[in-house]
């Protein structure tokens, strides 16, 4: 589902739809805010605390009934030009953590990373590779699971040059992907996990319910897994 404009500048679901309300409608109690925004009573009360945090409405008093009334949309700007501030000295402090990040003398060699956005950061990783990417084994599951970010993710791949060989499934033949190479082995050798090979290092993504990726930066672990991959590139059909 598409997100409301208005939650891309920190407002819930339910205050996004409560301030419409009051835009639209002028002053309003709850329960008419929340017959009107179709957001649940029980869910008003706390969605107008936080447009008031926000500064985003204002309550009043009428004939002994509180009434709600949104704030003039100019807040917004407010908001969102503070937002850019804050932006802006986060991005800033950028080059001091790159200096510490790589002077640091222990590097951990094992990151694990869980969930979609997990394996997000391991694609990422990938895109900064000098190498070509080798690539085995589950069955082209990425399109399944990312199939909005994969194709966006080749696109870049392809725009960077990043040269890929992959040894694939023959269930899934034939595909045809950019700047890559691909051999396939027999059906009966499927897997569940996706093997990266590249830039020293390795990643191994299992394709379950919540994904689980495991990056790992080592030497001699990196040479293992390109013998091997390289083993079975020879073995593999096209």
Not at 10 to 38: D, M, Q
Not at 210 to 227: D, F, T, W
Request: aromatic share 10%.
């Amino acid at each position: 589902m598409q997100k409301d404009q208005l939650e891309q500048i920190g407002l819930s679901p339910n205050e996004a739809k409560c301030y419409r309300a009051l835009v639209r409608e002028g002053s309003a109690s709850a329960n008419e805010i929340s017959r009107r925004s179709g957001v649940h009573r029980v869910s008003v009360y706390d969605a107008l605390r936080g447009l008031r945090e926000k500064g985003l409405i204002s309550q009043i008093t009428k004939a002994n009934k509180l009434l709600f009334e949104a704030a003039n949309p100019e807040k917004i700007l407010e908001i969102i030009k503070e937002k850019e501030e804050t932006l802006k000295e986060t991005k800033e402090m950028i080059p001091n953590l790159l200096v510490q990040f790589t002077t640091t003398k222990q590097r951990q060699e094992i990151h694990s990373f869980k969930g979609v956005a997990g394996i997000k950061t391991i694609l990422q990783e990938m895109l900064k590779s000098n190498t070509e990417i080798l690539d085995f084994g589950a069955e082209y599951k990425i399109k399944e699971f990312l199939p909005y970010e994969y194709p966006k993710w080749d696109k870049e791949r392809i725009r960077k040059k990043i040269h890929m060989r992959i040894v694939a499934n023959s269930k899934i033949k034939p595909i045809k992907i950019g700047l890559t190479k691909i051999k396939y082995v027999p059906q009966e050798f499927h897997s569940a996990v996706s093997t990266y090979i590249f830039d020293k290092k390795v990643a191994l993504i299992m394709w379950v319910e919540n994904p689980l990726g495991v990056l790992i930066e080592h030497q001699a672990v990196y040479e293992s897994y390109k013998n091997y991959f390289e083993y079975l590139w020879k073995t593999a059909t096209r």
